[in-house]
């Protein structure tokens, strides 16, 4: 799996955007990105995915870079509860659950 | 329908003692797969069950080993244990083949305390 950088600690305003950055400068052209978050001491939890297109779902948009080294996960309306570590995964879709985490980052959203 | 659910949620240990701790997948899913996760180390792979085989292995001592029943079910067992085994132990279920698309779903965790 291709490695990933994200910057380990992130500040977000309540109500605001949080635009989560990582970088997969490495990534295959079979690789899919994935973001995971924990929230303290739960189990992470699958957020979203993406090959090369940009996505969508009721918790965040990804939007990858066209050259697919990077991408951005957005949480639009960030609030308390979204206080987390989010985790950039790099991997082929579908090929098993051999995940490599990251240190992730570490975002606190402020009221 | 039900999560990932593992037990127990908590448990204490004296250094040399096993322990097993269990794992049931979200029902259809037949890939589980175990993680550890302690503050210095982070989230590490442990080993991951299709259909009752050991599908992947990461970097652990033959200390650790698991297995899958035929209804999906997994354990992981820890012989002799060590303070530094002290950890959260989280178990993940997925779907394979078609209709996957390769998440993971995890349970709460089992947290190993050993003293």
């Known amino acids: 799996d291709a490695k990933t950088t994200q910057p380990p600690s992130m500040d977000c305003a309540e109500g605001r955007a949080a635009n989560l950055p990582c970088n997969h400068s490495t990534i295959s052209g079979n690789e899919y990105v994935y973001w995971y978050r924990q929230i303290h001491s739960q189990g992470p939890q699958y957020i979203i995915h993406?090959?090369?297109n940009n996505e969508t779902n009721e918790m965040a948009s990804l939007i990858i870079t066209e050259d697919r080294k990077s991408s951005t996960l957005i949480l639009p309306h960030a609030t308390l509860r979204d206080t987390a570590v989010y985790y950039c995964i790099v991997r082929v879709g579908n090929a098993g659950n051999m995940l490599t985490f990251g240190g992730g980052t570490r975002l606190m959203v402020k009221p | 329908k039900a999560g990932v659910t593992q037990t127990p949620r908590y448990l204490i240990k004296t250094r040399g003692q096993q322990v097993t701790l269990s794992c049931s997948p979200i029902?259809?899913?037949?890939?589980v797969s175990w993680y550890q996760q302690t503050p210095g180390q982070g989230l590490q792979f442990l080993f991951e069950?299709?259909?009752?085989?050991?599908?992947n292995k990461g970097n652990f001592p033959g200390r650790f080993s698991g297995r899958q029943f035929s209804n999906s079910r997994s354990e992981m067992n820890v012989s002799t244990l060590e303070l530094g085994d002290s950890a959260l132990y989280l178990c993940?279920?997925?779907?394979?083949?078609?209709?996957?698309?390769?998440?993971?779903?995890f349970g709460e965790g089992s947290r190993l305390t050993v003293l």
């Open positions: 993406g090959l090369k």
């Open positions: 993940a279920s997925s779907l394979v083949g078609l209709g996957s698309t390769g998440e993971l779903f």
């Open positions: 069950y299709f259909s009752e085989t050991q599908r």
């Open positions: 029902s259809g899913h037949r890939s």
